[in-house]
């Protein structure tokens, strides 16, 4: 049974960092792999993508701030989010398996259950 497994949310303070962390299994993650986002009333949107040679891909909104990373040993996916800011305020999805590696949802098959970040100014 394949499982991704978000955890590392929690509530900060605008300025402050959050480590995400997603755990596969039943399923390697050597493809490509993405975080999302969807905030209360809004659409589910894309954070950031790598792909299976380590390329990356940001939203124009978290460029500079948020960093993705994969260890392929631990078949974990990450999100570091750092000068984190109120609008960031969301619950976060990783997402796996897709013949696109792109920040549009409809292409991914696989997602976790999502971890809530808060942000307060």
């Known amino acids: 049974q394949v499982q991704l497994v978000e955890s590392g949310g929690g509530s900060v303070e605008a300025g402050g960092s959050l480590r995400l962390t997603c755990a596969a299994s039943?399923?390697?993650?050597?493809?490509?792999a993405a975080w999302f986002r969807q905030a209360p009333g809004k659409e589910r949107e894309g954070v950031a993508t790598i792909n299976n040679s380590g390329s990356t891909s940001y939203a124009d909104s978290v460029k500079g701030r948020f960093t993705i990373s994969k260890d392929s040993a631990k078949n974990t996916l990450y999100l570091q989010m750092n000068n984190l800011k109120p609008e960031d305020t969301a619950i976060y999805y990783c997402?796996?398996?897709?013949?696109?590696?792109?920040?549009?949802?409809?292409?991914?098959?696989?997602w976790g259950q999502g971890t809530q970040v808060t942000v307060s100014s």
């Open positions: 997402a796996a398996e897709t013949l696109v590696c792109t920040l549009q949802r409809w292409w991914f098959r696989k």
């Open positions: 039943g399923y390697t993650l050597n493809g490509c």
